[in-house]
């Protein structure tokens, strides 16, 4: 396979992510967005679907955020079945 | 006037056969040329049907265009072009021919009007295909094209039976919707899942494609399963089972691809994610399905080529795809990370850009239909795509611990195709409504960007992405690998094949030892001396049944001295040996 021939390692263009305080400012930012993303909810009138619990407020957020976590909980309880070391098939 | 058009395959065909005359320069603008003319072409193609044949008896058609074929054709083209614009480093020409020809069996497929011609590119599509996972020319790359060719062969064969099934039951060869339910439509349907990759024969798909080549990767994630995707469209449109398997598909890839570790088996654990949400507009079957199907597929093909792409730069650059050997990217393939981080949220359905667009027409259509499950299922399924393709291949890949490697961007033919893919992202995300303009089954009447939906979306993805956060050490990568079915055939078959050995090689020898070596030979010693044989065996009975074996030895003696001087008539062992020879052949022949 092709390989890159030039084994010089390229210029660093940004270390944004290295530095603590960027990430405390992107998570601020992203907490912001949170609070902002729900804030609406309160003050307008919204469509159900199916049940009267979808026009709560930041029923999609919870429903989102519970999701995942269960998503989450279920692949890890699934993976101390099915994971196994790299070499599983090569083993005789 | 269409019968005097060009097929579209045929362009691939003959681009592949052309390679192998042409110097490198030729090659190179031969690739792209081929694929922007087909498209042109496809733009071209006016509704009917041509290239009529016979075969069997059967008028054939192998260019049927309509609506849905050419939607397809331009999604193939186009796709096709980026792809070959990302390959264009390529300077050997065995993996572009297997390229061309896959592609052009592809499109083949999707113009067939009947399904003898859609069974001959289904099959061409396997076999070149199979060429792009040999062409990374490694021990791993060998064994996993074996198993893709084979489970590919198995699918082919339940379409042919099916197929000949239907034709004996019908006696017709058309491919339309199929309304019979019945043993010949269920093999063509299982025919289509197994390119589908719907489980349980969803494994080839997560084995072959991550062992395919930088370039042969990115192709191949386009044409088989969505091939597929098409065919189920035009015959199994509205079969509810199809609902059940696209929301187990949905499910089954998140799951899968959250254990993964390897960046290209993420990707391909997605395709069958993404594939599930088409199978169950499919399922669902009312025209905003279907086209929301469509609509998914055209989107997908082009989003899920880029994050191939990207995922792609970074193993041709760093020669690693495991997470766990990456991280930190971003500092020195900044474009690449931003390419492949559109191609991550456009997969999420993230508001601008083209998931969002296609996939709730959908989730919509179930909800018309008042399917709760679906709607549920669905929505759970579009958080975790964020999750599991959307967050975790960018921040692993590109973010998460600095592994210290300091690769720079790919060649600029890689950046300007995902620059391509990216710019498509975004229009499809945007302006809708030319897609929306050429989706086959009645006109859309779909709104993504309401003001309402649109903020349900963001809560979705971006408290999606507070879980992934809040729960980053649960998905600590490791170098493992997750068993799938491809185990049945892998290890199951080992263990399968062990057992037999066992259990019939055992019965075998045990035979040999019996019937072989002691039967014969205990035969061989009764008929050395027949006569003296018979007479010392009746002694004995005799004697045993009286009681008296005083005079048993003396008596045996006797009639093996008599034997052994031939006293006893050659007639009588002559006798036996008939005998034994009727018995023998009575129950040999009887």
Same mark, same amino acid.
């Given at each position: 396979m092709a390989m890159n021939e030039n084994k010089k390692d390229a210029k660093v263009v940004t270390d944004w992510f290295d530095h603590p305080q960027n990430i405390k400012r992107l998570k601020i930012g992203f907490y912001l967005v949170l609070v902002l993303l729900v804030l609406p909810d309160l003050f307008m009138h919204k469509h159900t679907?199916?049940?009267?619990?979808?026009?709560?407020?930041?029923f999609y957020a919870v429903f989102g955020f519970v999701s995942c976590v269960v998503i989450i909980l279920v692949s890890k309880l699934v993976g101390f079945g099915l994971k196994q070391k790299e070499d599983y098939y090569d083993r005789q | 006037m269409i019968a005097s058009s060009l097929h579209p395959s045929l362009l691939f065909f003959a681009g592949a056969l052309l390679l192998w005359f042409l110097p490198l320069a030729g090659r190179r603008v031969l690739i792209l040329l081929v694929p922007a003319a087909a498209f042109f072409l496809i733009s071209q193609l006016e509704a009917g049907t041509a290239y009529n044949y016979q075969m069997f008896g059967f008028d054939l058609n192998l260019l049927r265009v309509d609506k849905l074929s050419k939607v397809f054709g331009y999604v193939f083209t186009l796709n096709a072009f980026a792809c070959f614009l990302f390959g264009q480093h390529l300077k050997e020409r065995y993996e572009h021919t297997a390229s061309l020809a896959y592609i052009g069996a592809a499109l083949g497929a999707v113009f067939a009007a009947d399904l003898i011609s859609l069974y001959m590119f289904w099959e061409v599509m396997a076999v070149t295909s199979t060429f792009l996972v040999l062409a990374r020319k490694t021990e791993r790359s060998y064994r996993a094209a074996f198993r893709y060719v084979m489970v590919h062969i198995f699918g082919g064969l339940c379409l042919l039976a099916g197929i000949l099934l239907q034709v004996n039951a019908t006696g017709s060869v058309a491919f339309d919707g199929f309304s019979l339910h019945g043993l010949p439509t269920y093999l063509i349907l299982i025919g289509f899942l197994v390119n589908a990759a719907a489980p349980p024969m969803n494994a080839w798909l997560s084995d072959a494609y991550p062992e395919a080549t930088v370039t042969g990767g990115v192709i191949m994630t386009a044409y088989t399963t969505k091939t597929a995707v098409y065919t189920l469209i035009r !015959?199994?449109? !509205?079969?509810?089972v199809l609902m059940v398997v696209g929301c187990v598909m949905a499910i089954y890839g998140i799951i899968w691809a959250i254990l993964e570790n390897d960046m290209r088996r993420i990707l391909a654990y997605s395709i069958m994610n993404q594939v599930g949400f088409m199978i169950c507009g499919i399922g669902i079957g009312t025209a905003m399905a279907l086209n929301g199907a469509v609509a998914h597929a055209f989107a997908h093909i082009v989003y899920k080529a880029l994050l191939w792409m990207s995922a792609g730069s970074v193993l041709y650059m760093t020669g690693k795809s495991k997470c766990t050997d990456l991280g930190g990217l971003y500092k020195t393939m900044p474009l690449t990370m931003i390419f492949g981080t559109i191609g991550a949220l456009a997969i999420s359905s993230f508001p601008f850009l083209s998931g969002y667009t296609t996939k709730p027409m959908i989730i919509e259509a179930g909800v018309h239909e008042g399917f709760f499950w679906v709607w549920l299922v669905l929505e759970i399924a579009s958080a975790g795509v964020f999750l599991h393709a959307g967050i975790k291949f960018p921040y692993f890949v590109f973010f998460a611990k600095d592994k210290g490697l300091r690769p720079g961007e790919p060649p600029k033919h890689m950046l300007l195709a995902m620059a391509f893919m990216s710019f498509v992202c975004i229009f499809i995300g945007v302006f809708p409504q030319p897609l929306y303009n050429i989706?086959?089954?009645?006109?859309v009447e779909f709104h993504a960007y309401t003001f309402e939906h649109t903020l349900n979306q963001f809560q979705l993805l971006m408290f999606s992405a507070l879980a992934f956060f809040m729960l980053l050490p649960l998905l600590k990568r490791t170098e493992t690998i997750s068993i799938d079915t491809d185990w049945f055939y892998r290890k199951g078959g080992k263990l399968f094949v062990s057992f037999v050995d066992q259990v019939f090689n055992g019965i075998n020898s045990w035979a040999n030892e019996i019937f072989a070596k002691r039967f014969p030979g205990q035969l061989a010693r009764f008929f050395d001396e027949p006569g003296g044989n018979l007479q010392k065996h009746a002694l004995q009975l005799i004697s045993e049944l009286s009681g008296d074996e005083s005079l048993l030895t003396d008596r045996k003696a006797s009639v093996e001295r008599r034997s052994r001087f031939g006293a006893y008539p050659v007639g009588g062992g002559v006798l036996l040996a008939v005998l034994a020879v009727a018995a023998l052949s009575f129950f040999c022949f009887h």
């Open positions: 679907l199916f049940s009267s619990v979808e026009a709560w407020p930041g | !015959g199994f449109a !509205g079969w509810e989706l086959p089954f009645g006109s």
